[in-house]
């Protein structure tokens, strides 16, 4: 008889508990939801141009798919370098047509010019699947990042050819 009471009491427990769990998760799921919509609507006022466009977040893709490029060509996996020469231009696109002028200097403009010869080049070792073009033409497109952001005072931002055991295609020294 007492046995059955401690039983039942012990599940009346463990059922409380359970209650307690389902809605606290209850409570934290539609906080995320909240917080998700509040984050889509920032996003769509971005895109019609009511805020301010990170530049620097579109040159971080630049780094990163630049870094990419350049292992996948050093390992002739051109499918993969045709991708991330792919995704670079689309960025390069995304900064042309979000009419960027940074300190007087139109970025938007600049882009293409300096960056689309030496990337021709290198679209062109992609497809003729050519690992010594490839190597030139990338120091070119290298050297044209780097041109630009001397050009624009920003000549503290030095892009390097990506060694094999550096983390970040960059020259962090003064
Ligand atoms: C037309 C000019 C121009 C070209 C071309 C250009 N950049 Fe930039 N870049 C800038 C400017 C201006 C800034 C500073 C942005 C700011 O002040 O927010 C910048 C900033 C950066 C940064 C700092 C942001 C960060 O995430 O650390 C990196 C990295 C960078 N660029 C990489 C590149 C790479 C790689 C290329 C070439 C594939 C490139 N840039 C080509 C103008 C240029």
Redesign the pocket.
């Given at each position: 008889m007492n046995k059955n009471v401690l039983g039942g009491g012990l599940a009346l427990i463990a059922l409380v508990i359970g209650i307690m769990n389902y809605i606290s998760i209850a409570e934290l799921t539609s906080n995320i939801e909240d917080e998700r919509i509040e984050t889509v609507q920032s996003s769509t006022e971005e895109e019609h141009g009511e805020e301010h466009y990170?530049?620097?977040?579109a040159?971080?893709y630049?780094?990163t798919y630049?870094h990419k490029l350049y292992l996948a060509g050093q390992n002739e996996n051109w499918e993969l370098s045709s991708f991330y020469a792919h995704e670079?231009e689309e960025t390069i696109e995304e900064i042309e047509s979000a009419k960027v002028v940074?300190e007087g200097?139109d970025?938007s403009t600049?882009?293409g010019t300096?960056?689309n010869p030496a990337f021709e080049k290198v679209e062109k070792a992609i497809d003729n699947q050519d690992a010594e073009v490839f190597a030139d033409s990338y120091k070119l497109?290298?050297q044209?990042?780097n041109?630009?952001?001397q050009?624009?005072k920003?000549e503290f931002?030095k892009?390097e050819v990506p060694s094999v055991d550096a983390v970040f295609?960059?020259n962090f020294s003064k």
């Open positions: 990170e530049l620097a977040k040159m971080g630049m780094q630049t670079i940074d200097y970025i600049l882009v300096m960056t497109l290298i044209s990042c041109a630009c952001h050009t624009t920003h931002i892009i295609n960059q």
